[in-house]
């Protein structure tokens, strides 16, 4: 089982639809929370990051963690079509390397 | 300019052959990392390295060898490359108290 699981996608909505993209993770030590994304022949640039439960907001990113049923979710609002991308979440704790999911491909439809 | 720069950014090599993959930046970090990208596996870590004296193994580094040359400089060499170590490779670099990693363009890298 992989530490971090993603849903591959991909995942189509049209433009300003409310995304939502999630993972779960099976480390309870990890503590902190990372949203990354990488556009098409581009490495992957860091979007979100969250330390402990709760949300945290940028723009029209909201991204949530939930240490208790270890899920971590990515919403962004009124997506546009420049939000097409791949969207990959990672953690880690202290001392320790990140672990990424698999990533979930995203396409906004004009 | 890009602050971490790979060469080259597409390969193609026949199994057997040696390889080598390129990372270079310019931000002044400390810690850098190779990972390699499959589709539906995500990010996994080859390779890493906290200063030039350091290098440590990561998840899958079977196969794979690394050179950290300088504070800016860090290769990764397939010895003898095989058909499934075609991939996405991506170098990133991180602050050494920070652990924000930022990623290189990747190299396409195809072994027949």
């Known amino acids: 089982q992989k530490e971090v699981e993603q849903d591959p996608g991909p995942l189509s909505v049209p433009e300003g639809a409310i995304v939502s993209l999630n993972c779960t993770y099976s480390?309870?030590?990890?503590?902190?929370f990372m949203w990354y994304r990488q556009y098409s022949r581009k490495g992957p640039e860091l979007l979100m990051y969250?330390?402990?439960?709760g949300n945290k907001e940028d723009g029209r990113f909201t991204a949530q963690v939930d240490k208790s049923s270890k899920y971590i979710s990515l919403f962004i609002r009124d997506s546009q079509p420049s939000d097409s991308a791949t969207y990959l979440c990672?953690?880690?704790?202290?001392?320790?390397?990140?672990?990424f999911g698999g990533g979930t491909r995203l396409m906004v439809k004009p | 300019d890009a602050d971490v720069t790979q060469t080259p950014r597409n390969r193609i090599t026949k199994t057997g052959k040696r390889i080598m993959l390129e990372c270079s930046q310019t931000k002044g970090h400390d810690r850098m990392y190779w990972y390699r990208q499959d589709p539906g596996l995500g990010l996994r870590l080859i390779y890493y390295s906290f200063d030039v004296k350091d290098i440590n193994k990561g998840e899958i580094s079977d196969g794979y060898s690394v050179s950290r040359q300088a504070q800016a400089k860090f290769s990764l060499s397939l010895e003898s490359a095989i058909p499934n170590q075609t991939a996405l490779y991506f170098c990133?670099?991180?602050?050494?108290?920070?652990?924000?990693?930022?990623f290189g363009p990747g190299t396409r890298l195809t072994v027949l």
């Open positions: 969250t330390y402990s439960s």
């Open positions: 990672a953690t880690y704790n202290a001392g320790n390397m990140l672990t």
């Open positions: 480390n309870s030590a990890f503590q902190y």
């Open positions: 990133a670099t991180s602050e050494q108290t920070d652990n924000e990693q930022f």
